[in-house]
């Protein structure tokens, strides 16, 4: 058996899966087609050839994650090989670090005044005026961008200041748009909205033109359009930002940072984290399946807001001392 049937087999024993998922399947069985590795036999491959082939990975322009990601699913993989006494051991057991940099550029986070500034110049900004309200929205929010497409009319509950989020739209380029259910149970929420998201949803109501209205997988009404009338999907958001902030920069001198979609989502949750939001309050309205990913948001926490927690606790220390 070689490591192409290997990895096609253990696809086989889960057919049904999300059809990003079945993409990326798809993605990482060419890879292995055009990578003399895939034509190996498995109980021939040692760990030394599979960190080789992660080398050639690398040389070859594929990021530390997405390298990370496909050893985890030819580990995988092995495991059932393993089961099946096909093999003893696993050559793609070992740390990726050990033998790539890791060179995943950290998240970021926009400081108070950062998002004061993007804000104010989209504002005010003749092109970018009318993404100003998209936004402050994922700015107060904190959804993820394909749930943030995938808005429609009935997921805004204006009486009681909620999003409903159960859904999320996305765009492949074979299959063009789709919905999917979120991956966990926890992704369906209901998120608050804050009076800056409020205002921000009620001017887009305001604002949306009487266009002939989309339908996607039953779905329809959805909030932000193209200029073709479809819904805005992450690519759509990603060249947004990356045309503001490089416009910002050109014409000031305190430069913004590379922004993405995600980094209003990652400065949302970290902003919670830094005033103390019940973790698991905080991981709710993000729809983190696990607390550990939301632990991790408090792990960003400034010298600022460090030392003010440092005091805050101190000071009810003495207070409960003076009260006994």
């Not at 030819?74 to 093999?87: E, G, M, P, R």
């Not at 050990?98 to 986070?109: F, G, N, W």
């Not at 859904?167 to 804050?194: A, C, F, N, W």
């Not at 009076?195 to 997988?217: G, H, M, S, T």
Request: proline letters at 3%; one cysteine or more; aromatic letters at 10%.
């Amino acid at each position: 058996m070689t490591l192409c049937q290997l990895y096609a087999k253990q696809n086989a024993q889960r057919p049904k899966v999300r059809k990003n998922t079945e993409t990326g399947r798809k993605y990482l069985m060419d890879i292995l087609k055009k990578d003399k590795l895939g034509v190996r036999s498995i109980d021939s491959i040692k760990p030394s050839d599979a960190k080789e082939w992660a080398i050639r990975m690398s040389e070859n322009g594929y990021a530390y994650q997405t390298i990370n990601n496909y050893k985890r699913s030819l580990k995988a993989s092995f495991y059932i090989a393993i089961q099946d006494d096909c093999v003893r051991k696993n050559p793609f057991d070992f740390q990726l670090k050990a033998v790539l940099d890791d060179d995943t550029v950290p998240k970021t986070v926009l400081t108070e005044e950062q998002e004061e500034k993007l804000l104010a110049f989209a504002k005010a900004d003749k092109t970018y005026s009318k993404n100003y309200d998209e936004i402050l929205i994922l700015l107060k929010t904190g959804l993820r961008i394909s749930e943030f497409g995938g808005l429609t009319l009935p997921d805004l509950d204006f009486e009681n200041r909620l999003v409903n989020i159960d859904h999320q739209l996305l765009r492949d380029t074979e299959i063009g748009y789709y919905i999917e259910t979120p991956k966990t149970k926890s992704g369906e929420r209901q998120v608050p909205m804050v009076e800056e998201a409020y205002q921000a949803f009620k001017r887009v109501l305001a604002n949306r033109k009487n266009d002939k209205r989309v339908e996607i997988d039953g779905y329809s009404d959805f909030l932000f359009l193209n200029r073709k009338n479809y819904p805005k999907v992450a690519s759509d958001y990603n060249g947004m930002m990356k045309g503001l902030v490089k416009k910002y920069n050109k014409y000031n001198e305190d430069k913004l940072p590379h922004i993405t979609p995600h980094s209003l989502r990652h400065t949302f949750c970290t902003n919670y984290a830094n005033a103390g939001m019940n973790p698991k309050a905080l991981q709710y309205i993000m729809g983190h399946a696990n607390i550990a990913m939301t632990l991790n948001y408090y792990a960003h926490a400034t010298f600022d807001s460090a030392m003010a927690e440092m005091k805050r606790l101190n000071k009810e220390k003495q207070q409960e001392r003076l009260v006994a």
